[in-house]
């Protein structure tokens, strides 16, 4: 619920263009999870490989 309301006050404060919150707070969750899980999987966890990869896809995906 926290990320949407962010994604709410963002859009209102003209910090973010519209999209749909739910969506995008469930495809942020969902990309965040599963980046997790391969981040985990190296030795040692890339950390801010990690951040760095999601980071840019929705960056980008708001910015489209």
């Known amino acids: 619920a926290l990320l949407r309301e962010d994604l709410a006050a963002g859009i209102r404060s003209g ?3 519209e ?3 739910e969506y995008m707070a469930s495809a ?3 990309a965040g999870f ?3 899980v391969r981040m985990l ?3 040692p966890p890339d ?3 990690a ?3 999601v980071t840019r896809i929705f960056l980008a ?3 489209a």
Request: charged share 25%; hydrophobic share 45%; aromatic share 0%.
């Open 15 to 17: 910090l973010l263009p």
């Open 19 to 21: 999209h749909d919150v």
């Open 28 to 30: 942020m969750v969902g």
């Open 34 to 36: 599963e980046i997790a």
């Open 41 to 43: 999987e190296r030795t």
């Open 47 to 49: 950390v801010d490989g």
């Open 51 to 53: 951040v760095e990869v």
């Open 61 to 63: 995906g708001l910015s």
